[in-house]
Protein backbone atom coordinates (compact mmCIF):
# COMPACT_ATOMS: atom_id res chain seq x y z
CA UNK A 1 0.00 0.00 0.00
CA UNK A 2 1.41 3.41 -0.70
CA UNK A 3 1.70 5.98 2.09
CA UNK A 4 2.85 9.07 2.36
CA UNK A 5 3.38 10.52 5.59
CA UNK A 6 4.55 14.55 5.98
CA UNK A 7 6.12 16.17 9.21
CA UNK A 8 7.66 19.18 10.08
CA UNK A 9 4.82 21.38 10.11
CA UNK A 10 4.12 24.28 13.00
CA UNK A 11 4.03 27.78 13.59
CA UNK A 12 7.09 30.02 12.57
CA UNK A 13 7.67 33.61 11.85
CA UNK A 14 7.49 35.47 8.80
CA UNK A 15 10.94 35.76 7.57
CA UNK A 16 12.08 32.54 8.88
CA UNK A 17 12.54 29.36 7.62
CA UNK A 18 10.81 26.06 7.59
CA UNK A 19 11.36 22.31 6.36
CA UNK A 20 9.16 19.88 5.72
CA UNK A 21 9.89 15.96 5.16
CA UNK A 22 7.88 13.48 3.52
CA UNK A 23 8.72 9.19 4.24
CA UNK A 24 7.32 7.19 1.50
CA UNK A 25 6.20 3.77 1.69
CA UNK A 26 4.62 0.95 -0.17
CA UNK A 27 6.28 1.83 -3.90
CA UNK A 28 9.81 2.15 -5.08
CA UNK A 29 10.67 5.86 -4.43
CA UNK A 30 13.01 6.31 -7.25
CA UNK A 31 10.97 5.20 -10.04
CA UNK A 32 8.57 8.53 -9.53
CA UNK A 33 8.42 11.76 -9.84
CA UNK A 34 7.26 13.53 -6.54
CA UNK A 35 5.41 16.74 -5.95
CA UNK A 36 4.30 19.64 -2.97
CA UNK A 37 0.79 20.86 -3.44
CA UNK A 38 -0.88 23.33 -1.14
CA UNK A 39 -4.01 24.44 0.22
CA UNK A 40 -4.46 27.73 2.49
CA UNK A 41 -7.38 27.58 4.80
CA UNK A 42 -10.76 27.27 3.09
CA UNK A 43 -8.64 27.75 0.06
CA UNK A 44 -7.74 25.51 -3.56
CA UNK A 45 -5.29 23.56 -4.38
CA UNK A 46 -2.27 25.43 -6.02
CA UNK A 47 0.88 23.16 -6.94
CA UNK A 48 4.53 23.87 -5.26
CA UNK A 49 7.46 22.35 -7.13
CA UNK A 50 8.32 19.00 -8.39
CA UNK A 51 10.91 16.65 -8.49
CA UNK A 52 11.92 14.29 -10.92
CA UNK A 53 12.93 10.46 -9.72
CA UNK A 54 16.48 11.06 -9.79
CA UNK A 55 16.44 14.43 -8.40
CA UNK A 56 17.94 15.97 -11.47
CA UNK A 57 15.28 18.28 -12.33
CA UNK A 58 13.16 20.89 -10.45
CA UNK A 59 10.30 23.17 -11.13
CA UNK A 60 8.72 25.72 -9.21
CA UNK A 61 5.26 28.06 -9.19
CA UNK A 62 6.85 31.85 -9.63
CA UNK A 63 5.61 32.71 -5.98
CA UNK A 64 8.45 30.28 -4.53
CA UNK A 65 11.25 30.49 -6.93
CA UNK A 66 14.03 31.40 -5.21
CA UNK A 67 12.65 30.78 -1.51
CA UNK A 68 11.80 26.98 -1.48
CA UNK A 69 13.89 23.91 -2.29
CA UNK A 70 12.17 20.81 -3.66
CA UNK A 71 14.77 18.26 -3.09
CA UNK A 72 14.66 14.11 -2.05
CA UNK A 73 16.87 11.31 -0.58
CA UNK A 74 16.18 8.07 -2.75
CA UNK A 75 18.13 5.76 -0.18
CA UNK A 76 15.74 7.33 2.69
CA UNK A 77 12.73 7.13 0.21
CA UNK A 78 11.98 10.80 1.55
CA UNK A 79 11.05 13.88 -0.17
CA UNK A 80 11.96 17.17 1.58
CA UNK A 81 10.69 20.81 1.14
CA UNK A 82 13.34 23.61 2.25
CA UNK A 83 10.91 26.98 2.86
CA UNK A 84 13.59 30.20 3.04
CA UNK A 85 11.90 33.80 3.61
CA UNK A 86 8.58 32.52 4.59
CA UNK A 87 5.82 35.07 4.02
CA UNK A 88 2.21 34.79 5.82
CA UNK A 89 0.72 33.84 2.00
CA UNK A 90 2.58 30.44 2.33
CA UNK A 91 0.28 29.72 5.45
CA UNK A 92 -1.01 26.24 4.40
CA UNK A 93 -1.46 22.92 4.35
CA UNK A 94 0.84 21.26 2.58
CA UNK A 95 0.75 17.80 0.56
CA UNK A 96 3.23 15.72 -0.62
CA UNK A 97 1.81 13.91 -3.73
CA UNK A 98 3.40 11.27 -6.15
CA UNK A 99 2.98 11.48 -9.99
CA UNK A 100 2.11 8.71 -12.20
CA UNK A 101 2.53 8.23 -15.72
CA UNK A 102 -0.18 9.82 -16.85
CA UNK A 103 1.23 13.03 -14.91
CA UNK A 104 -1.50 13.14 -12.55
CA UNK A 105 -1.03 13.22 -8.83
CA UNK A 106 -1.95 9.36 -8.33
CA UNK A 107 -1.46 9.27 -4.22
CA UNK A 108 -1.06 12.41 -1.64
CA UNK A 109 -0.11 12.51 2.46
CA UNK A 110 -2.65 13.85 4.98
CA UNK A 111 -0.98 16.84 5.14
CA UNK A 112 1.21 19.18 7.31
CA UNK A 113 -0.09 22.48 8.30
CA UNK A 114 2.39 25.44 8.20
CA UNK A 115 1.02 28.52 9.65
CA UNK A 116 3.58 32.04 9.41
CA UNK A 117 2.51 34.70 12.00
CA UNK A 118 4.16 36.57 14.11
CA UNK B 1 -1.14 30.08 -17.09
CA UNK B 2 -3.59 27.69 -17.78
CA UNK B 3 -6.75 29.07 -16.03
CA UNK B 4 -9.42 26.58 -15.14
CA UNK B 5 -12.86 27.43 -14.50
CA UNK B 6 -15.56 25.60 -12.29
CA UNK B 7 -18.65 26.76 -11.04
CA UNK B 8 -18.18 26.70 -7.65
CA UNK B 9 -21.54 24.83 -6.33
CA UNK B 10 -23.74 22.33 -7.88
CA UNK B 11 -26.67 20.40 -5.80
CA UNK B 12 -27.90 17.50 -6.54
CA UNK B 13 -30.63 15.18 -5.42
CA UNK B 14 -29.53 11.50 -3.95
CA UNK B 15 -29.62 9.08 -6.72
CA UNK B 16 -29.70 11.46 -9.64
CA UNK B 17 -26.85 12.09 -12.44
CA UNK B 18 -24.15 15.28 -11.18
CA UNK B 19 -22.38 16.43 -14.51
CA UNK B 20 -19.30 19.02 -13.16
CA UNK B 21 -18.02 20.94 -16.00
CA UNK B 22 -14.53 21.99 -16.31
CA UNK B 23 -13.27 25.34 -19.02
CA UNK B 24 -9.55 25.54 -19.93
CA UNK B 25 -8.49 28.98 -20.88
CA UNK B 26 -6.38 27.17 -23.46
CA UNK B 27 -6.06 23.43 -25.31
CA UNK B 28 -4.74 20.94 -22.64
CA UNK B 29 -4.81 18.17 -25.22
CA UNK B 30 -1.71 16.66 -27.28
CA UNK B 31 -2.46 15.01 -30.35
CA UNK B 32 -4.51 12.41 -28.62
CA UNK B 33 -3.50 12.58 -24.81
CA UNK B 34 -6.10 14.87 -22.71
CA UNK B 35 -3.82 16.06 -19.93
CA UNK B 36 -6.91 16.93 -17.41
CA UNK B 37 -7.56 15.46 -14.26
CA UNK B 38 -10.18 15.32 -11.04
CA UNK B 39 -9.73 15.04 -7.93
CA UNK B 40 -12.25 14.25 -4.70
CA UNK B 41 -11.85 15.97 -1.67
CA UNK B 42 -14.02 15.49 1.63
CA UNK B 43 -13.43 18.15 4.83
CA UNK B 44 -10.69 17.62 6.48
CA UNK B 45 -9.10 14.98 4.03
CA UNK B 46 -6.64 14.71 1.39
CA UNK B 47 -7.75 14.86 -2.23
CA UNK B 48 -8.09 11.31 -4.27
CA UNK B 49 -7.21 10.97 -7.90
CA UNK B 50 -10.74 10.26 -9.46
CA UNK B 51 -10.15 10.22 -13.17
CA UNK B 52 -6.47 10.86 -14.80
CA UNK B 53 -6.34 12.21 -19.01
CA UNK B 54 -9.81 13.06 -18.89
CA UNK B 55 -11.48 9.84 -19.00
CA UNK B 56 -9.36 7.07 -17.34
CA UNK B 57 -11.01 5.49 -14.20
CA UNK B 58 -8.20 5.74 -10.94
CA UNK B 59 -7.27 2.30 -9.03
CA UNK B 60 -10.36 1.89 -7.00
CA UNK B 61 -13.16 3.90 -7.98
CA UNK B 62 -16.01 3.04 -8.20
CA UNK B 63 -17.65 2.99 -12.14
CA UNK B 64 -20.57 5.90 -11.27
CA UNK B 65 -17.57 8.43 -11.94
CA UNK B 66 -16.66 8.81 -15.44
CA UNK B 67 -15.03 11.66 -16.92
CA UNK B 68 -15.02 13.02 -20.89
CA UNK B 69 -14.39 15.91 -22.35
CA UNK B 70 -11.15 16.79 -24.97
CA UNK B 71 -9.21 20.51 -25.80
CA UNK B 72 -10.65 23.13 -23.27
CA UNK B 73 -13.75 21.66 -22.39
CA UNK B 74 -14.43 18.50 -19.84
CA UNK B 75 -16.75 17.37 -17.57
CA UNK B 76 -17.06 15.10 -14.59
CA UNK B 77 -20.06 12.63 -13.97
CA UNK B 78 -21.44 10.74 -11.18
CA UNK B 79 -24.46 9.03 -12.07
CA UNK B 80 -26.00 8.09 -9.31
CA UNK B 81 -24.80 10.20 -6.40
CA UNK B 82 -24.60 8.49 -3.46
CA UNK B 83 -24.48 10.16 -0.07
CA UNK B 84 -20.65 9.27 0.02
CA UNK B 85 -20.44 11.80 -2.66
CA UNK B 86 -20.74 15.18 -1.09
CA UNK B 87 -17.04 16.92 -1.44
CA UNK B 88 -15.42 18.99 -3.30
CA UNK B 89 -13.87 18.59 -6.92
CA UNK B 90 -11.37 19.90 -8.53
CA UNK B 91 -10.26 19.66 -12.09
CA UNK B 92 -5.80 19.81 -12.73
CA UNK B 93 -4.44 20.04 -16.49
CA UNK B 94 -0.82 18.95 -16.91
CA UNK B 95 -0.25 20.26 -19.92
CA UNK B 96 2.17 22.99 -19.07
CA UNK B 97 3.81 24.24 -16.11
CA UNK B 98 2.62 25.56 -13.86
CA UNK B 99 0.22 23.06 -13.42
CA UNK B 100 -3.13 24.84 -12.33
CA UNK B 101 -6.05 23.35 -10.47
CA UNK B 102 -9.57 24.64 -10.72
CA UNK B 103 -11.08 26.52 -7.59
CA UNK B 104 -13.60 23.67 -7.19
CA UNK B 105 -17.42 22.30 -7.44
CA UNK B 106 -18.58 21.93 -3.91
CA UNK B 107 -21.86 19.23 -4.47
CA UNK B 108 -24.18 19.81 -2.26
CA UNK B 109 -27.80 17.85 -1.73
CA UNK B 110 -30.92 19.76 -2.55
Known amino acids: EVQLVESGGGLVQPGRSMKLSCAAS????????MAWVCQAPKKGLEWVAT????????YYRDSVKGRFTISRDNAKSTLYLQMDSLRSEDTATYYC???????????WGQGTLVTVSS | DIVLTQSPVLAVSLGQRATISCRAS??????????MHWYQQKPGQQPKLLIY???NLASGIPARFSGSGSGTDFTLTIDPVQADDIAAYYC?????????FGAGTKLELK
Open chain 1, 26 to 33: GFTFNNYD
Open chain 1, 97 to 107: ARLDYSSSFAY
Open chain 2, 53 to 55: RAS
Open chain 2, 26 to 35: QSVSISSINL
Open chain 1, 51 to 58: ISYDGSST
Open chain 2, 92 to 100: QQSRESPHT
